[in-house]
């Protein structure tokens, strides 16, 4: 198995709403192996099966760091104090001061950033291995009918053709997202 792909440019799916779409997919195959009388004709996807087959807390610390750290409040003198008492802490005046409070939003900032990102990143593996694995299910149930009712007018033919079409499209890229070898 390869690796799962990690930079959103070179992701297929970049995010749940571009599932969506497979989804869709899956779910008409659904209905065709349930209603045997549906075909291009009927079907909602016919014109797309035809295409087929042609900061936050960080603020409220850097905030109390000037307020506690100033002698006076946040009066003026209080403000500049307070700067001038946290910039000492590295060796620096006011305006390094400046700098040591507005880390600890940035840190947090940044860090509840990434923690985000890692939360819908594993989110949206786990949504695409959800609908590879119904992708799959769904792709092998197609070729199946194919098979079963190789009989079948071609309305029906093609309709299921392109549905098995668009699955395997769908499943090679999400093969490619989550690094899966074919």
């Known amino acids: 198995m390869g ?6 440019k070179e992701m297929k799916f ?3 709403e571009s599932l969506k779409a497979v989804e869709n997919v899956i779910v008409e195959a659904n ?3 349930h209603d045997k009388g549906r075909n291009l004709t009927n079907s909602p996807f016919s014109e797309t099966i035809a295409g087929a087959l042609g900061v936050g807390a960080g603020g409220v610390l850097g905030f109390a760091g000037l307020y506690f750290g100033g002698t006076v409040g946040l009066s003026a003198a209080g403000i500049t104090s307070g700067l001038a008492t946290a910039g000492g802490l590295i060796g620096g005046g006011m305006a390094a001061g400046i700098a040591v409070l507005a880390a600890p939003a ?3 900032g940044t860090g509840a950033a990434l923690a985000t990102s890692r939360a819908k990143n594993k989110k949206l593996r786990e949504a695409k291995e959800l609908v590879y694995k119904e992708a799959l299910a769904k792709q092998t149930a197609i070729c199946k009918a194919l098979k079963e009712e190789a009989d079948a007018d071609k309305e029906r033919f ?3 053709n392109g549905l098995n079409l668009m699955l395997k499209a769908a499943i090679k ?3 490619h997202d989550l690094g899966v070898e074919a």
Request: hydrophobic share 40%; aromatic share 10%; proline share 0%.
């Open 3 to 8: 690796e799962y792909v990690k930079n959103k």
């Open 14 to 16: 970049k995010n749940q």
């Open 31 to 33: 209905e065709a192996l």
């Open 106 to 108: 940035v840190v947090l």
């Open 158 to 160: 093609d309709y299921l």
């Open 173 to 175: 890229d999400l093969q």
